[in-house]
């Protein structure tokens, strides 16, 4: 009797069932992600088919973040697709599909302003809330979606890829900004002009976004693609080794006086985060470059030097002490995606190939259609899940 994010539970819970239903083939995962995903449905009735953020599955309400106003979030209506098609494909129950394909539609028909997408999207209306646009937080995993629903659909979702194509030369022409010293970095938007020249940490994982896109089709964005990965992926690696724990700050800024650098407090926190690793490890296995596996080795020995305590391993205060401060939590993402993707860095190109899967983006495997006999697709519809009587609650 709580509320719960559609979003952050799609991508944890249900991804992550769906994972260990693709590599197990135990029809228990199936059927609890199915299980997960029902209790999220009540959030998409709305006018326009996109969810609310927030639902009590208990209650069956929803709403919106009381910091969005009326609005949802872009990051979170756009990060769906992957596990909700999925879904209807190993459950033979297209109600999945239909709720992420509604939003998809919505989205490839609303007036992009200069192309771009704000953060910010009214669910009743279906109309933008205030122009902020960002390859960062609020919007970051949007983009991703779109080149992996692409992906994983045996590259048959044509319409995603070229959501994408189009998004990401608007975003590049307008967003990809490059300091006094060469650093290329991702800028905020606001009402279409830069609003702040500075970079989240969250956007790290780009690099290896752009590096996919490059490598899996071949058109005229493909050198651009490659040529802006190895540019981001350089300069979040810049981001760690310019802190004196050699782990990068939660944001960090391009001025005359610093670059690359955090400034206020809350951007120079490391809550152990793993886009630059996820960078790191797609861009290790798609160009084989040394350089990549030594920056991965350099954060491993950050993390056992100033992160490993007895009960696990904290996030940092700040980066820039020599001898920080812990704040005392392990986020869950450092297991779903940090040390996994640290892990992978250091494996054969064997476990988890790239084209056979595409990693949602809490870092679960799914199987790629058509291509991976783990994808398991439905014959036939199963039977309605059994309801429990009052004796088993």
């Known amino acids: 009797d709580s509320d719960l994010s559609v979003f952050e539970t799609t991508i944890r819970f249900v991804g992550g069932l ?7 083939g135990d029809g228990m995962f199936r059927d609890k992600a199915a299980e997960v995903a029902d209790a999220l449905l009540p959030a998409f009735d709305t006018p326009t088919g996109l969810p609310f953020s927030l639902i009590n599955p208990s209650t069956k309400a929803s709403r919106h973040y009381h910091w969005a106003g009326l609005n949802s979030i872009l990051s979170e209506v756009g990060t769906l697709h992957l596990e909700f098609t999925y879904l209807s494909d190993i459950t033979g129950r297209d109600v999945y599909r239909r709720k992420v394909e509604r939003i998809r539609e919505v989205l490839q028909n609303i007036e992009k302003p200069d192309g771009l997408y704000p953060n910010f999207i009214n669910p009743r209306t279906g109309l933008w809330g205030q122009k902020h646009m960002s390859l960062g937080a609020l919007g970051d995993s949007f983009y991703e979606y779109l080149l992996k629903a692409w992906l994983v659909s045996g ?3 044509a319409s995603a890829r070229a959501m994408f194509d189009d998004a990401m ?3 590049l022409d307008k967003m990809l900004r490059v300091s006094n010293s060469g650093l290329s970095y991702l800028a905020e938007l606001k009402y279409g002009k830069i609003f702040e020249e500075k970079m989240d940490h969250l956007s790290c994982f780009a690099g ?3 590096a996919l896109a490059s490598q899996t089709q071949d058109n005229s964005y493909s050198d651009r693609y490659m040529d802006v990965a190895r540019k981001l992926t350089h300069t979040c690696h810049e981001s760690y080794i310019r802190s004196d724990t050699k782990l990068g700050p939660e944001a960090f800024r391009f001025t005359n006086a ?18 630059t690793f996820e960078s790191y490890f797609i861009m290790w296995r798609l160009t084989k470059e040394q350089k990549y596996r030594d920056w991965g080795w350099e954060a491993v020995q950050a993390l056992e030097k100033h992160c490993r305590v007895d009960g696990g391993y904290t996030g940092l205060v700040n980066v820039y002490h020599k ?5 005392d939590v392990q986020q869950s993402f450092f297991l779903a995606e940090t040390l996994k993707y640290l892990y992978l860095l250091f494996s054969d190109d064997t476990l988890l190939p790239l084209d056979e899967w595409v990693f949602n983006t809490e870092a679960h495997p799914l199987p790629i259609k058509n291509v991976n006999s783990l994808y398991r697709a439905a014959t036939a519809p199963p039977p309605p899940l059994p309801r429990p009587d009052d004796n088993q609650l």
């Open 323 to 327: 001898d920080p401060q812990g704040d």
């Open 169 to 171: 030369q608007a975003a």
């Open 208 to 210: 290896g976004m752009f």
């Open 258 to 275: 610093v670059e690359a650098r955090g400034q206020k407090a809350n951007e120079k926190v490391y809550i152990l985060r793993p886009e």
């Open 18 to 24: 769906l994972s260990c239903y693709a590599l197990t």
């Open 155 to 157: 590259r048959e979702d």
